[in-house]
């Protein structure tokens, strides 16, 4: 990932900030143990402040992230937005670049929510025979809807309309 910010216009006056742009490109990665990818390029807008010996970073990602579906497993996209909010003192900055790969890196981690559905309504997997059910029906009784529950929950239903 190339994710580096230019400071050279502020870097000579204090209390002077830039307002930047960047377009980044991420690596596949595991996460949680998932296999994620993501549809590059991946949004950056930050802002960089001169400080007294730290530079001031905030700004906000946008992403649209591919990972499996926790219930059908199926590989789906998913827009991932975060902001950051980070300072580096000066005495590390060498040339005139920020690299931001790691704190986006570490807000990826931290963002990517642990469950994520492919849809509100995905059915899963069956737990029984293993197949997706949002595409095929099975006649396990494992996953299938008791009669005398399916009545009462009509009931239910009414009295609450
Ligand atoms: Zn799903
Ligand atoms: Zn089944």
Redo the contacts with the bound molecule.
């Keep these: 990932m190339n994710a580096k910010v230019n400071i050279e216009s502020i870097k000579e006056d204090l209390g002077t900030q830039l307002t930047a742009q960047l377009d980044i490109s991420l690596d596949e990665m595991s996460i949680h143990g998932r296999q994620i990818s993501f549809d590059n390029p991946a949004k950056l807008d930050l802002t960089v402040i001169n400080s007294n010996d730290q530079y001031i970073i905030t700004g906000k990602a946008e992403l649209l992230v591919e990972l499996p ?1 926790s ?2 497993l ?1 590989v ?1 996209s998913m827009p991932l937005e975060f902001d950051f909010d980070f300072q580096v003192d000066k005495s590390v900055v060498d040339n005139d670049h920020i690299d931001l790969s790691q704190e986006i890196l570490d807000g990826i981690r931290l963002h990517l929510p642990m469950k994520a ?3 509100e309504d ?1 059915k ?1 997997l069956c737990p029984s025979c293993g197949i997706n059910l ?1 595409e095929e029906e099975c006649d396990c009784i494992m996953h299938k809807v008791d009669p005398r529950l399916a009545k009462l929950s009509k009931l239910l239903d009414k009295k609450s309309k």
């Design positions: 579906c219930r059908c199926e789906f559905a492919c849809s995905c899963g949002n």
